[in-house]
């Protein structure tokens, strides 16, 4: 499976500010997936993220909240705008693997997660 | 993508086998189930999938039904480090060609395992 190493980790932010979320992985993908897991909540999907091509964002979630990068097919960086304190989240990152074929498991893999506070 | 139905807790002695239901009746034919687990404070994990025919692998078992509206994820000797929260999925197969796009999570079971 692919490695994605996703930063920060966890950060505390006032609110009004804004914070960007990297994810780096450790082959090359052509699909990256944002997602947001709200306090005792399931994961929701934000945005899929395709090299070369606008972020194609999901219902309740708009570009100008949460603006995606895809420089390469290797890397994405996911920015909270304008942060409020129902922003505290936990915001992870997911690439579709295809290394394998299904019969071997492939399939998604995520990133670990950035924890983020708004105060 | 079909939706799926799942208890929202479960409890299970250190060593015994939890047994996951999942109820997917409005699964279509070429939709597969797929099994997921989150471990406090981590990102989803993979644990197995199929599409008819029963898996294992050296994490879990998983039993579909022969009508395939339900299955059963199996962790034969559940450890503490099991105790997470486990997520069935039902969409069409994941391939290089095909389908794109996102995994829907549904609330899943929290499973605890008890010393």
């Known amino acids: 499976s692919a490695v994605i190493s996703q930063k920060p980790s966890r950060d505390i932010c006032q609110r009004g500010t804004s914070l960007t979320i990297q994810c780096q992985v450790d082959?090359?993908?052509?699909?990256m997936f944002w997602y947001r897991q709200q306090p005792g909540q399931s994961l929701t999907l934000i945005a899929t993220?395709?090299?070369?091509?606008?972020?194609?964002?999901e219902s309740g979630f708009v570009i100008d909240k949460f603006p995606i990068s895809r420089p390469n097919l290797t890397f994405s960086t996911l920015t909270v705008s304008n942060m409020s304190p129902e922003d505290s989240s936990i915001y992870l990152c997911s690439v579709l693997n295809r290394r394998g074929p299904p019969s071997k498991g492939y399939g998604y893999t995520f990133g670990s997660g950035t924890r983020l506070t708004v105060v | 993508d079909a939706k799926t139905t799942q208890p929202t807790s479960m409890d299970c002695a250190e060593g015994r086998a939890a047994n996951l239901p999942c109820n997917h009746s409005?699964?279509?034919?070429?939709?597969?189930v797929y099994w997921y687990r989150q471990i406090h404070s981590q990102g989803p994990q993979y644990i197995i999938h199929g599409l008819k025919n029963n898996e294992t692998n050296e994490m879990a078992s998983l039993i579909i039904t022969e009508d395939r509206k339900s299955s059963t994820l199996i962790l034969p000797h559940a450890t503490l480090r099991d105790t997470a929260v486990y997520y069935c999925i039902v969409r069409v197969a994941l391939n290089y060609g095909g389908s794109q796009g996102n995994l829907i999570f549904g609330k899943g079971t929290k499973l605890s395992v008890k010393p």
């Open positions: 993220a395709n090299q070369g091509s606008e972020a194609t964002y």
């Open positions: 082959s090359q993908v052509t699909m």
């Open positions: 409005t699964i279509s034919g070429n939709e597969y």
